[in-house]
């Protein structure tokens, strides 16, 4: 069972639901039965394969990657040998609350392949992942060239049984025919089992394994092992070697899955009950937060022209004073700053007058990288803008790409911690998010109020005067007849 026979077995469920200590015990059953198994574990909280390696806590993949140079990297340095030669790998993933840990399978299973995990020697390749299928990234694995059979863990709770619908529809959008079955890992709650037969018969896949609750499990873990090593004629014991069996015949089903209300009324008895949401579609219909000033391809859902980053960008770099630091991968900021400089560019030849600061703008980038885009980029604007400090600047705008907007970093949160350390500090956060927010004007119009809020004191008016805000694309076309 290798080279092209392989397998490669995914082993999906909700959070919690029990799946690393079937996983593993799974694992532990094929390698009794003498297959070399690699059991990599795709849940950030790391502890898939702490019951094959003594209950000891292993390196992950991510943290590797974070810690040590290209150059240096060695599969070797990921795997574990763990109970029966059983090979053992852990993913890994950021801190609760910040970075992307769907990016970070991503990452993971890139790193894994450039090192050479395809030509380790194994018969099975079992992936243990964290199976609420909330993105793409935790859909890796249900992708044909990973999975080639899917087996999910449920208990019969409804939330339990609602990811595993959710897994049904995440492999149906890829290959379908790869669902090995149903693995009931019981609560002890006398109702369930029959609530995830009824799933069961509704979706068409049957259930390969029960699992009744047991303090055998309790009782392994503190012996860091898996309960196939720790008690190895229990009665769960045979369980998984039955489910072993069932993984070495192979048979696959259809996935098909339950909408919201065949869900709800299957294990619920009742309708999905839904809160009508009144909708506003005159302004904002691309669902984006609303602002003061909308710029009109943005407001009406049009084709958008730039990004706002690069609009933004554009504004903060032809202040005086300012440093702009843009918080995004080197690619957007050089992008974005070779538009400026062309612009600029273009208008010095035509004669017009430009701001001192259009040809060496004060702006840096915090070049986030992979692996900022899995931890989370906050340290990283942090460290950026205490250089600058120590630099001796003081007048900040932040402005964020689409990166951080989509791995949900606190820009807001970091420039107020700066603030307060450092008193006299000033930053003005444009939370531009790249074209989350719009198109390059409507970054102009963020910037421009922005900077005005957090820099402009109130001056004197004089009536009868108005004060004009351009940018500086304006020059080559408008500045003659203003
Ligand atoms: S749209 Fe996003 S990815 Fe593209 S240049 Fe703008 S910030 Fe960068």
Known sequence: MSGSARRKIA????GGIGKSTVSSNLTAALSDMGIRVLQIGCDPKH?????????????????????VKP?????????????????????????????????GIITAFDLLERLGSGQVDSDITLYDVLGDVVCGGFAVPLRNDYADTVYIV?????MAIYAANNILRGTANYNPDRIGGIIFNSRGDPEEEARVERFSEAVGIPIVARIPRSSVFMDAE?????????FPDSEIAGTFRDLAHAVIEGKRYHARFLSENELEKLILGRETAKKEKPVHRELNVTGTEFRPYTSKNTA?????HGCAFSGASSVCTSVKGLTTVLHSPRSCAQLTVQLDSKSVKGAYTRGYSTSETFGDPDVICTDMGEGTMVFGGNDLLRRKLEEQISLGKRDFAVITACPPGIIGDDPRGVAATVEKEHPGVKIAVLEEDGNATGDFMQGTLDAGIGLIERFASKGDTRPMTVNLVGVKTMASSACSEL
């Open 71 to 103: 150059e240096d990297r060695k599969l070797e340095d990921v795997v574990s040998r763990g109970y029966k030669g059983c090979l053992c790998v852990e993913a890994g993933g950021p801190e609760p609350g910040v970075g992307c840990a769907g990016r």
């Open 222 to 230: 503190q012996r860091g092992a898996t309960v196939i090593e720790a």
């Open 47 to 67: 502890d898939s394969t702490r019951g094959l390696i003594g209950g000891a806590v292993q390196n992950t993949v991510l943290d590797y990657l974070k810690e």
């Open 154 to 158: 449920t208990s019969g709770e409804f």
């Open 300 to 304: 009406y859902d049009e084709p958008i």
């Open 11 to 14: 082993i999906y469920g909700k």
